[in-house]
């Protein structure tokens, strides 16, 4: 690529990234011939969360965003980024038009056999998310371990277990809940998912749970928090309460994992779980 289209490319970039879009990749030609799918063929939606700035409630008073700065878009690159799609005629060949949000099943098939980032080649299994599609909650994890890489689905190993065990005690069923992860395929030994990996994969996890709507969401450990919130403060400072996000209220709390190795800890986790219950519970 030569040095001004480079340039002009950089420039387009910043000014998506200023528009609070990230996390660009490059998808497959579609088949000549072949109509572009659902996926394909509607608007990508926002790379980035609804960002809800965290403003808890009832304790904390909400802070607005400020508005992002209004950007000027430079001259578009003579490049073409994309491959031209295949032209077919709209009144015949079209899909139906889709109405409503799109759903878990759309957003599966966007995902694809996903190697947006570097943890594709050592995963097992993409590990996309379970429960129902319409729940009231949503557990959001860090991402997936070995059992689920094994078996594709998340929190199935010791941390799922005392999950499982948490939502029990405070009268929650697995199967009524949805639970994800903010990336979607395992880290090599567990680390915690890197800053370009969660780029990637979050912009799937917001979809979700646009398609899902639930009332609350339950940020599970730190990264979560990070991630979803945008909260950097330490998670046992900030456990326990309830911030926005978008229309949604979402309760952060220490990761399963946590009390795994500090089992004297589980009370502060049963006390959260508490605080869903009673939430859900209301009006
Ligand atoms: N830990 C997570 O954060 N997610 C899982 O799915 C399993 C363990």
Partial sequence: ??????????????????????????????TAGTPPSLAEARP??????????PSPVPTRTATAPAPPKPATPPTPPPV???PPAPSFNLFEAAPA?????????????????CHRCKLAPTRKTIVFGEGNPHAELVFIGEGPGADEDEQGLPFV????????????????????????NIVKCRPPGNRT??????????????????AIKPRL????GAPAVRTVLGIKEGITKIRGQFYDFG?????????????????????????????????????
Wanted: aromatic residues 8%.
């Fill in 1 to 30: 690529m030569d040095q001004a289209t480079r340039k002009e490319l950089t420039a387009w970039l910043e000014f998506y990234q200023e528009l609070g879009i990230e996390g660009f990749y490059r998808r497959k030609p579609a």
């Fill in 44 to 53: 990508a939606p926002p790379a980035a969360a609804p960002k809800a700035v």
């Fill in 80 to 82: 073409a980024i994309r």
């Fill in 97 to 113: 038009p889709r109405s409503g949000p799109e759903t878990l099943e759309q957003i599966r098939q966007d995902l694809g056999d």
């Fill in 157 to 180: 190993g010791r941390a799922g277990k005392l999950l499982n065990r948490m939502m029990q005690t405070v009268g929650l069923k697995r199967e009524d809940v949805y639970i994800c």
């Fill in 193 to 210: 998912p890197e800053k370009d990996e969660v780029d990637s994969c979050s912009p799937f996890l917001y979809r979700q749970i646009e």
């Fill in 217 to 220: 969401i339950c940020c599970l």
């Fill in 247 to 283: 229309s949604t209220k979402a309760l952060a709390t220490v990761h399963p994992a946590y009390v795994l190795r500090n089992p004297r800890e589980e009370k502060i986790l049963i006390e959260d779980f508490e605080k869903i219950r009673d939430f859900l519970k209301g009006a």
